[in-house]
């Protein structure tokens, strides 16, 4: 989207990121019991639930904003920031959780 090339590959970008974004969510939801334990999933499916909502409020918002004040060809840059941002979010948590696991210490 970014590229602005033909209209065909623009929509296939689309439709590719609502293709492989659509299963984040439930599998998100469906690992939280390993993640978080078995006694803390309910709270952090809550929490999860919660920041989606706040997310599908907030998001296209802050697009719309943008394309009003910068025009309507920065919502794919916008998208490529979000993508990126939640990239390295995702990577420094899972450095985080690795240090974690390697400095705890181990049961005899």
Excluded: C, K, Y
């Excluded at 090339?5 to 690992?31: Q, R």
């Excluded at 943008?66 to 060809?73: D, H, K, S, T």
């Excluded at 939640?86 to 049961?107: C, G, I, K, Y």
């Amino acid at each position: 989207m970014v590229w602005h090339g033909p209209e065909a590959l623009s929509f296939i970008g689309v439709a590719l990121m609502g293709f492989t974004l659509g299963p984040v969510l439930p599998t998100l939801l469906a690992d939280t019991p390993q993640r978080a334990g078995r006694a803390h999933a309910p709270n952090a499916v809550g929490f999860q639930i919660a920041a989606s909502g706040v997310g599908l409020a907030l998001l296209p918002g802050a697009a719309a904003w943008v394309a009003e004040r910068a025009g309507l060809e920065t919502i794919s840059w916008f998208l490529l920031a979000l993508a990126v941002l939640s990239f390295v979010t995702h990577e420094w948590m899972v450095l985080r959780e690795n240090r974690d696991h390697v400095s705890a210490p181990q049961p005899n």
